[in-house]
T-cell receptor, first 113, second 114 residues
Framework: LAKTTQPISMDSYEGQEVNITCSHN???????ITWYQQFPSQGPRFIIQ???TKVTNEVASLFIPADRKSSTLSLPRVSLSDTAVYYC??????????????FGTGTQLKVEL | NAGVTQTPKFQVLKTGQSMTLQCAQD?????MYWYRQDPGMGLRLIYY???????DKGEVPNGYNVSRLNKREFSLRLESAAPSQTSVYFC?????????????FGSGTRLTVV
């Protein structure tokens, strides 16, 4: 399983765009990149997933360069309710054994007024 | 649609006691997982079940056993609880649908062993 590295914490203000970058130098050909969000006392929640280039949904955008050794989660116009821990995960889940994704310590995003 | 349901939500055990954490999902997912999360830490995989009838060890399986009772239910058992097992336990399920293999997590069981 590819190991990921992301900043421990980030601070922002309401209305700003937040970009969280994750490095995954050993990503394999079959691996996808998935981001989760976790609020205190809750289980993680799936945000977005991608393989290459750019993916956008109603919550966030995910930018993946051509070499796929890193990815950036972009949260547009954050609000106080976006304060949470964000996890970057890499894995394939295709070759049996279930989708054994590994969670690191994540990035604690704090949004202030 | 309840998603993933865990019971109980809170539990206090004495050292040496046993208990079973229950997990059920109603999304017809094949794969189910048990994670633990210690304060300020990420999630660590205890056991997983890729499909009904199979279970495998994750990163931190010692002190735990699991049972995949059927496709819906996956239980985690602590045979002799230890203070080091004080943690929040999360159950999750997933299904592989092309590239979509996001996990759905339960709300967690907060376990304290004294």
């Amino acid at each position: 399983l590819a190991k990921t590295t992301q900043p421990i914490s980030m601070d922002s203000y309401e209305g700003q765009e937040v970009n969280i970058t994750c490095s995954h130098n050993n990503i394999a050909t079959n691996d996808y990149i998935t981001w989760y969000q976790q609020f205190p006392s809750q289980g993680p929640r799936f945000i977005i997933q991608g393989y290459k280039t750019k993916v956008t949904n109603e919550v966030a955008s995910l930018f993946i360069p051509a070499d796929r050794k890193s990815s950036t989660l972009s949260l547009p116009r954050v609000s106080l309710s976006d304060t949470a821990v964000y996890y970057c995960l890499v894995g394939d889940g295709v070759t049996g054994g279930g989708n054994k994704l590994t969670f690191g310590t994540g990035t604690q995003l704090k949004v202030e007024l | 649609n309840a998603g993933v349901t865990q019971t109980p939500k809170f539990q206090v055990l004495k050292t040496g006691q046993s208990m079973t954490l229950q997990c059920a999902q109603d999304m017809n997912h094949n794969s189910m997982y048990w994670y633990r999360q210690d304060p300020g830490m990420g999630l660590r995989l205890i056991y997983y079940s890729a499909s009904e009838g199979t279970t495998d060890k994750g990163e931190v399986p010692n002190g735990y056993n699991v049972s995949r009772l059927n496709k819906r239910e996956f239980s985690l058992r602590l045979e002799s609880a230890a203070p080091s097992q004080t943690s929040v336990y999360f159950c999750a399920s997933s299904e592989l649908k092309g590239s979509d293999y996001g996990y759905t997590f339960g709300s967690g069981t907060r376990l304290t062993v004294v």
